[in-house]
C-alpha cells in the first residue's frame, strides 16, 4: 500500500521533486514523534525581520514567529526600519519577508539597510542561512524587486539559501501557508533532531491544520472575518459628488452600512472593493474576438463559467502588463509587439501600456486568439481596487466612507474609465451592495500618544485618512495639536469636504490648515510650496514631537513633500543634506513619519 502525503497540492510553487521530498519531511513530523519536544531540543535562534510598508509583511513575519516559537525555535521579529546590515550578518539564520514599493524600492524607511548592504567593502555573510519571502503586485513592473535584489545580495554576500526566494502576488495566503510549510521542514532537516521517515503502511492523513493568527484584538478577528476572497456584501448608502459639475475632474463621497455585520475597521486602514467591468465595453471585446459570450471557459474561483462572466467579473481588461502583450504577441507573432517586448525598448512599452488595454491589442492586431479558453489563460484575475478609508469608526458608527477620484481619459481615440472608480461612478446606486473587505494599514495609525501634534499632507485624494483621523480624534477626546495641508486643482470646483474642514478650523480642532489650490493662479502652488512657506511653524511642530503624515499620490506628490520635508529639517535645524535625510529617517523610525501613498 502507497503512502498518501496529501499536504502539499499539486498547483504549489515547488517542482515535483521538491513536493514529494517536502510531503514525505512533513508526513514525518507529523506522525509518530511529538514535535514539541523534538523541537525543544532545537533552542535555535531565527530572526524573522519583514519590510513591509501596510503591513502584510509584517503580519506574515509575526504569524511565522509564533508558528516558530510553537517549534520550539526562538524567533525574534523586526522590522528592517532601523536595523542594521552588521546585525544579519552576526544571526546564524534570517528569515526575511520583504514587500516592494514606488518603482521596484524598499519600502519606507528600508532603503539605509540595504544601503549598507551594498556598500563594497561589507563583511561576507558565510555563517548566514537566509530564505526571502517577496510580496509584490504582478501589475507593476518591477515586480517583488526588492525582495529579488535582497534575495541576490545575501547570496553574493555568501550567505546560504534556506530556499528558494518565493515572488509572491497580491494572494499572499496560500503561497505563504506553503512557503512556512516548506522552511519549517528544511529547518526541522537541519536541526539535530530528525524527523523519521514515515512507516510503510502509513495511514492517509489530512493536511495539518496550519495555525492561524486572528491577533488578540477582537476587533481586528472581526476586520479579517471579510477577505478578498470572503468580502462583505455591504450596502451603499450614500454617493455623492464633491467636486462641482463645473470641475476638471470628479470625485465622489461614497459610504457603505457594515451595521451588525461584524466588520469593524481603525482609522487609517483601507477598504479594498471588488468591482465588475463595464458591460459595454466586454461587449465591444466579445465582437472583436467574434465570441457570443455564453462559450465555457475556467473560472478563476472553480469550475467553469461563461466567457462573458469572466470578462465582467473575473479579469483584467482596462489594464495591460508586459506578461500580457508577451503571451498575446507570442500567440499571433505580432512581429511590432515582439519588437516592443524586448529589453531596450522598456520606455516605449511603458508608454505603450499605459494607456491601452485588451481592446487595443485586440484592434490592432486582431485575429490572434481562436479559443476562448486562451482569453482567460492570457487576462490577469481581477484585482480589488483599495480605497483609504476616509470615515472614523468612533464618529461614524456602522458605516465605512471612501474617497474616489474617478479615472476618465481619452487616449488612442477612445474614452476611457479605470475599472473601479467608473464602477462606483455609472454602475453603483444607492442600496447596491458591493463586495468590500478591510486591508489593514497597522503603520498608517493615529499617534499612540493623545497629546502628540499631528501634520497631515493629504492633497487630492490623499485627504481621506485624514478626515478619518480628525473626526477620530474628535470623537475620542485627543488633546494633541492638528495641522493640515490640502491642495486640490480649484477651490471653486475641487474643495473636497469644504464645510466640515473649515468648521473644524473654525471651532480649533484643525490648529492650523493650509490649501494649495494648483489652478487658482497663473502659476502652480502646491502643498510642499505651504509647507515651505510655514517652514519655522513646521519645524517647531516637529521639535514638540509632531507626527507626520503624508497621503495621496506616490508618482510625484510624494517624493515631493519628502524633498520640502528633508529641506526644511536642513534650513530650520541648520544641518547638512546628509544629517537632515538622517533626521528624516530617524523620524521613520520612531515612527514618527508615515506615507500611505499610491
Ligand atoms: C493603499 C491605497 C489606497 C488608495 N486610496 C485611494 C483613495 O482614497 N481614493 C482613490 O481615488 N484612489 C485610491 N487608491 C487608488 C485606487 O486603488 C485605484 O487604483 C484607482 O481608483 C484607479 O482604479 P480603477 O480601477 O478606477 O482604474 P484602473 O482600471 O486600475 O486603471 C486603468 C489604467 O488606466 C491608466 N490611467 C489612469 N489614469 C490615466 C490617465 N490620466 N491617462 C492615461 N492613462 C491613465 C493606468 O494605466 C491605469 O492602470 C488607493 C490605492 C492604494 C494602493
Ligand atoms: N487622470 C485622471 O482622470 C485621474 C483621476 C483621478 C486620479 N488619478 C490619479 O490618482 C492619483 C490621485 O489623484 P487625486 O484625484 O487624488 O489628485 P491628484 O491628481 O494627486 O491632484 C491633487 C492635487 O495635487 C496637485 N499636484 C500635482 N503634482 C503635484 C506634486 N508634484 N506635488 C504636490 N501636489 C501636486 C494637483 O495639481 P495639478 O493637477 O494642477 O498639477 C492637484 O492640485 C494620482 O496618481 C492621479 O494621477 C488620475
Ligand atoms: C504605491 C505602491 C507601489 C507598489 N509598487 C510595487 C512594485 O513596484 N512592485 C511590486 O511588485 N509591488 C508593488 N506594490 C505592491 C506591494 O508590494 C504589495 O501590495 C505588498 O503586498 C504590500 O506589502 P506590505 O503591506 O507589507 O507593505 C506596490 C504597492 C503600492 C501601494
Redesign the pocket.
Known amino acids: 500500500m502507497s503512502v498518501a502525503v496529501p499536504y502539499i497540492p499539486e498547483d504549489a510553487p515547488f517542482t515535483s521533486e521538491q513536493r514529494a521530498w517536502l510531503n514525505g519531511l512533513l508526513a514525518g513530523m507529523f506522525s509518530s514523534v511529538p514535535r514539541d519536544s523534538a523541537a525543544q531540543e532545537t533552542g535555535q535562534r531565527i530572526a524573522v525581520l519583514y519590510a513591509s510598508q501596510s503591513g502584510v509583511a509584517e503580519g506574515l513575519a509575526r504569524k511565522l514567529a509564533k508558528e516558530l516559537k510553537a517549534q520550539g525555535y526562538i524567533p525574534s521579529v523586526s522590522t528592517l526600519v532601523g536595523y542594521t546590515a552588521a546585525s544579519l550578518a552576526a544571526e546564524s539564520c534570517a528569515l526575511i519577508l520583504a514587500s516592494t514599493y514606488g518603482d521596484g524600492d524598499a519600502p519606507d524607511g528600508v532603503e539605509p539597510f540595504y544601503e549598507q548592504l551594498c556598500l563594497e567593502r561589507f563583511p561576507r555573510m558565510d555563517k548566514l542561512s537566509y530564505a526571502v519571502f517577496a510580496l509584490g503586485d504582478r501589475h507593476y513592473e518591477h515586480f517583488c524587486e526588492f525582495g529579488k535584489n535582497l534575495d541576490a545580495k545575501l547570496a553574493a554576500l555568501g550567505g546560504n539559501r534556506l530556499a528558494d526566494r518565493i515572488d509572491c502576488d497580491v494572494d499572499v495566503d496560500e503561497p505563504f501557508a506553503q512557503w512556512k510549510a516548506f522552511i519549517l521542514a528544511r529547518l526541522n532537516e537541519d536541526s539535530p533532531w530528525q524527523s523519521p521517515r514515515p512507516p510503510v503502511g502509513m495511514p492517509e492523513l489530512k493536511p495539518p491544520a496550519l495555525p492561524t493568527d486572528a491577533g488578540a484584538d477582537p476587533k481586528r478577528q472581526a476586520a479579517r472575518a471579510f477577505t478578498r476572497d470572503q468580502p462583505l456584501l455591504a450596502a451603499v448608502i450614500d454617493k455623492r459628488s464633491l467636486t462641482h459639475l463645473a470641475s476638471t475632474?470628479?470625485?465622489l463621497h461614497v459610504a457603505f452600512s457594515i451595521e451588525g455585520t461584524g466588520m469593524s475597521y481603525e482609522a487609517g486602514d483601507a477598504c479594498g472593493v471588488i468591482p465588475a467591468n463595464d458591460q459595454n465595453l466586454v461587449a465591444e471585446i466579445l465582437q472583436k474576438l467574434r465570441f457570443n459570450g455564453n462559450e465555457r471557459v475556467s473560472s478563476a474561483k472553480e469550475g467553469t463559467t461563461t466567457l462573458y462572466d469572466a470578462l465582467v467579473h473575473e479579469r483584467e481588461i482596462t489594464r495591460l502588463n508586459r506578461k500580457i502583450m508577451q503571451g498575446y504577441a507570442e500567440r499571433g507573432d505580432c512581429a511590432q509587439l515582439l519588437d516592443l517586448l524586448k529589453p531596450e525598448h522598456q520606455t516605449a512599452l511603458e508608454a505603450y501600456a499605459y494607456d491601452r488595454g485588451f481592446i487595443d491589442l485586440l484592434i490592432e492586431f486582431p485575429e490572434v486568439i481562436g479559443d476562448p479558453e486562451d482569453v482567460v489563460t492570457l487576462l490577469p484575475k481581477l484585482a480589488p481596487r483599495l480605497y483609504s478609508i476616509s470615515s472614523s469608526p468612533a464618529a461614524h458608527a456602522g458605516q465605512i466612507h471612501t474617497t474616489v477620484?474617478?479615472?476618465?481619459?481619452v487616449a488612442h481615440n477612445r474614452h476611457r474609465g479605470?475599472v473601479c472608480?467608473t464602477f462606483f461612478a455609472d454602475r453603483t446606486s444607492i442600496e447596491d451592495r458591493l463586495p468590500i473587505y478591510i486591508q489593514p494599514n497597522k503603520r498608517f495609525k493615529l499617534p499612540a500618544n493623545p497629546d502628540a501634534p499631528m501634520i497631515m499632507i493629504g492633497?487630492?485624494?490623499?485627504?481621506a485618512p485624514f478626515r478619518g483621523f480628525l473626526h477620530e480624534r474628535r470623537a475620542l477626546g485627543h488633546k494633541g495639536k492638528n495641522w493640515l495641508f490640502f491642495?486640490?486643482?480649484s477651490s471653486a470646483t475641487?474643495y473636497l469636504y469644504r464645510e466640515e474642514l473649515e468648521s473644524m478650523q473654525a471651532d480649533g480642532h484643525l490648529t492650523s490648515f493650509d490649501t494649495?489650490?494648483?489652478?487658482d493662479n497663473g502659476h502652480?502652488i502646491?502643498?510642499?510650496d505651504r509647507m515651505l512657506e510655514r517652514a519655522p511653524q513646521f519645524w517647531n511642530w516637529l521639535q514638540e514631537g509632531a507626527s507626520v503624515y503624508v497621503c495621496?499620490?506616490?508618482?510625484?506628490?510624494a517624493?515631493?513633500?519628502h524633498a520640502t520635508l528633508c529641506r526644511i529639517t536642513r534650513e530650520q535645524g541648520a544641518m547638512s543634506a546628509p544629517a537632515a535625510e538622517e533626521y528624516v529617517g530617524a523620524l521613520q523610525e520612531q515612527h514618527r513619519y508615515h506615507r500611505d501613498v499610491?
Do not use: N
Not at 459 to 463: E, F, L, Q, V, W
Open positions: 475632474k470628479s470625485t477620484a474617478v479615472v476618465r481619459f479605470g472608480s492633497p487630492g485624494t490623499g485627504i491642495g486640490e486643482r475641487d494649495a489650490f494648483s489652478r502652480k502646491y502643498v510642499q495621496g499620490d506616490a508618482s510625484r506628490m517624493k515631493d513633500v499610491y
